[in-house]
């Protein structure tokens, strides 16, 4: 274990190496672009941009491996660096594209007035933005980039013109986005995790069950990632439409499928009747996700660093001293070597948050989580809703705890209306019912359970003491504090980041 001291100088090391890293911008530029160091102003923000990039890779990248770590599919260390790999090639390979609303979906640079301003409300954004990330990340709370940068963008631009320039029909799709991607998120998830343990968990030999189920499993979850890195992470190289997409998606999974069918089959002979043997069957389809979630990451959010950092280079580009030279692939480095650089030197604390502070997990509850992730994004993407990857992977996480705690609540009155209706029998009877009752399967449960008084079941355990046993399980495997700051963080991310933007706007008169 760490001494209290080796942790104070790794984390001053980490701060150095960020700072290496920021220092090396400016003299990467000088290097690259010598014409460019007649023109502070992009130098800051390309600085800007790498803060930016840190704070992304620290804050958000780790939501698709956390999962995988609380799960012990890999170490810490080990998906860290696994993450860090695919975020950069996701950046590199599929990120020349910038998000427009980034740039002007949320405010229209055309009512914003002259360059100057343009430059000064980016700035600001990305300034504000990045210090929220940095707050987040420091207590531990996962919150949404693009929300940060949304809220920081808007908050400026309201300053210089007021409410009108402001795009609030974007901004009320980002709400709904904001309260429904958490909801669907969980949703699914809960949904996904009840269907493997009726059709898998809950069987009375595990091993016939995963021969049947786990090929089927995997090969939807071939097909739902096929589709998602389709529409999400290559959307630069190949545009393909939806329904392309979803063919191709299935084309795979059921190549997928019938490859670990003969697989899978020989493995379960292998199986005990054990959760734990059958866990280790969902890793390799596990890691394969996970690296694809962060590849469409690295894609798609590097837009929130380049995006305002571009908007200034075209606000300057036509004075007369600026050279005309394309800075798209610097800038676009920028993001694609910060945020995986911000993960490994600061994303420990929330992979903890993710991966172990919410609900416990497990192998099967990760797949629900990660495949509930690319479901949840691709239906919403159909619905023309804006969603958070964060706030969909927070909220399956939580379905998850909450369905958990539910289904234990349930079960624990269940025994004891069965202990009770089985009252005037030996202890030793009651225990041999309840034993054979847990060994059973799902649709065996239903049967034992159809064998007996339903009326009698009911009167053996009154309203309050339903309660009571509610009371004492219901809050057993989510933590309620946690769930509480995530959510009050995802409340006052658009305000907070607005509010700091709006001042760090009003401060820069002052060196313009």
Request: net charge positive; aromatic share 8%.
């Amino acid at each position: 274990m760490r001494s209290d001291g080796m942790e104070y100088r790794l984390g001053w090391g980490r701060r150095l190496l960020a700072l290496l890293f920021l220092l090396a911008i400016l003299f990467t530029s000088r290097i690259a672009f010598p014409g460019i160091t007649d023109h502070s102003i992009l130098l800051i923000a390309a600085v800007l941009g790498g803060y930016m990039a840190l704070n992304i890779g620290a804050n958000d990248a780790g939501n698709n491996i956390g999962p995988l770590v609380g799960s012990r599919v890999i170490s810490l260390l080990g998906a860290v660096l696994f993450a860090a790999m695919f975020e950069a090639a996701g950046a590199i390979l599929a990120g020349t594209e910038v998000i427009s609303t980034i740039k002007q979906g949320i405010v229209s640079p055309d009512q914003l007035g002259g360059s100057e301003v343009v430059i000064r409300v980016m700035l600001s954004a990305l300034l504000a933005a990045a210090l929220w990330l940095n707050i987040a990340t420091a207590t531990g709370t996962p919150v949404s980039t693009t929300h940060s940068i949304v809220g920081g963008v808007m908050g400026a631009g309201i300053t210089v013109g007021g409410l009108a320039v402001a795009n609030w029909k974007m901004l009320g799709a980002i709400t709904i986005g904001w309260v429904l991607s958490p909801l669907l998120g969980g949703l699914i998830a809960a949904l996904l995790l009840y269907l493997i343990k009726r059709t898998l968990l809950y069987q009375k030999t595990l091993s016939q069950a995963a021969k049947k189920v786990l090929p089927l499993l995997v090969g939807f979850m071939a097909w739902t990632f096929t589709t998602y890195l389709l529409l999400k992470g290559l959307k630069v190289s190949w545009r393909v439409d939806f329904p392309t997409a979803l063919l191709c998606g299935f084309t795979i999974g059921l190549g997928v499928y019938l490859i670990t069918y003969p697989i899978i089959e020989q493995r379960a002979l292998l199986l005990t009747d054990s959760k734990t043997s059958l866990n280790r069957l969902f890793n390799l389809p596990l890691l394969m996700a996970a690296g694809l979630l962060s590849f469409a990451h690295g894609s798609n959010d590097i837009a929130n660093v380049i995006g305002p950092m571009i908007a200034i280079k075209e606000a300057i580009q036509f004075e007369p001293l600026m050279p005309h030279t394309d800075l798209t692939l610097w800038l676009l480095l920028i993001g694609a070597l910060g945020i995986p650089l911000g993960l490994m030197l600061f994303g420990r604390r929330l992979i903890r948050t993710i991966g172990s502070e919410i609900t416990e997990l497990d192998q099967v509850r990760t797949f629900c989580v990660t495949t509930s992730v690319a479901t949840t994004v691709l239906l919403a993407s159909q619905l023309g809703m804006p969603v958070s990857s964060t706030h969909t992977a927070v909220g399956a996480i939580f379905g998850i705890g909450f369905l958990r705690e539910a289904l234990k609540t349930n079960y624990a009155i269940l025994l004891e209306q069965l202990r009770r209706y089985h009252e005037n029998q030996t202890p030793e009877e009651i225990d041999a019912f309840i034993q054979r009752f847990d060994k059973a399967s799902f649709s065996e449960k239903g049967q034992m359970l159809d064998a007996l008084d339903s009326s009698d079941m009911q009167v053996a355990i009154n309203k309050k003491e339903r309660k009571s046993l509610q009371k004492l399980y219901r809050h057993a495997l989510v933590e309620r504090s946690t769930f509480i700051r995530i959510l009050f963080a995802w409340f006052i991310t658009l305000p907070i980041t607005g509010l700091l933007a709006s001042i760090i706007y009003r401060l820069s008169g002052w060196f313009f």
